[in-house]
């Protein structure tokens, strides 16, 4: 029932800005965490960024010059702004959140299906 879903990938030259947006479909009682994850072609998939509910940021060191993150709690969304686009960045980028339960006693952790990221030359 309850699931991510991901939106702002495509095609995009190098040098310009993207933007991605993840929300969550459904009935939880609050996000705990929630940040997104790349996996390149014959990579792993590894963090790019994460925001928790009392607003702490962690993101790969290599990237926080160009990776910011934010989240709206009430609307229950997250947003990753990507600048200085690289071809390295060519990837699917995938949404994960870890969501209290409307009781508040369960963490669920939930994983979106991903959105492509292709950098042009």
């Known amino acids: 029932q309850v699931q991510l879903v991901e939106s702002g990938g495509g095609l995009a030259q190098a040098g310009e800005s993207l933007g991605l947006s993840c929300g969550v479909i459904?009935?939880?009682?609050?996000?705990?965490?929630i940040g997104w994850y790349r996996q390149a072609p014959g990579g792993q998939r590894d963090l790019v960024a994460a925001i928790t509910e009392l607003d702490t940021i962690k993101s790969a060191d290599s990237l926080k010059g160009r990776f910011t993150i934010s989240k709206d709690d009430v609307q229950k969304t997250a947003s990753l702004q990507i600048s200085g686009l690289k071809v390295e960045d060519t990837a699917v980028y995938y949404c994960k959140a870890d969501v209290w339960a409307m009781r508040y006693s369960k963490l669920d952790t939930l994983w979106g299906r991903g959105t492509q990221v292709t950098v042009s030359p």
């Open positions: 459904g009935y939880i009682h609050s996000i705990k965490e």
